[in-house]
């Protein structure tokens, strides 16, 4: 009977977690929770003589083996396709590009949804690392030479 009632709590413990947005940093904006794999990601630039672009969200990364994968054995990105790595509490990380064989950028978001980093055109099977240098709730990475700048919004539905 206890490990039911201990299950139930853990299982009401997860819910509240993916439910409830997240706090970010302090002055930051908190972001929720995607509970269901994106289909499309917008970047909304900071200036408005620049266009909003929208991107398909082709590969969802949720998970730490998923993640860890990434584009490795990917086909080729189109110019509006883009994959999404989320992670549940921001957090400083790296990326590299292992076994991926084309050119990509890599984008850095931090928890008010803010590009705060971009690597363009990151060699395919290069040994770089391609750190974010504070924490980030999303990545994402798309064909190289996306044109997406810092300071430009991700929204993602």
């Known amino acids: 009977m206890h490990s039911v009632n201990f299950k139930h709590l853990c299982l009401a413990f997860a819910v509240m977690a ?11 904006r908190p972001v929720a929770v995607l509970k269901d794999k994106p289909h499309s990601l917008t970047i909304v630039p900071a200036e408005a003589k620049n266009v909003t672009r929208t991107f398909s969200v082709v590969l969802y990364n949720n998970t730490n083996q998923l993640r860890a994968k990434g584009l490795q054995g990917f086909r080729p990105l189109q110019p509006d396709e883009a994959v999404l790595f989320v992670y ?58 996306s044109g997406i700048q810092v300071g430009e919004r991700v929204r993602i539905k």
């Open 18 to 28: 993916i439910i409830c947005p997240l706090a970010g940093a302090a002055g930051e």
């Open 88 to 145: 549940a509490q921001p957090e400083r990380v790296t990326f590299w590009m292992g076994t991926v064989t084309f050119p990509i950028d890599i984008i850095f978001v931090g928890p008010d949804a803010v590009i705060f980093q971009v690597y363009r055109h990151c060699t395919p099977g290069s040994r770089d690392t391609y750190p974010s240098g504070r924490p980030v709730q999303w990545v994402i990475e798309t064909a190289a030479g």
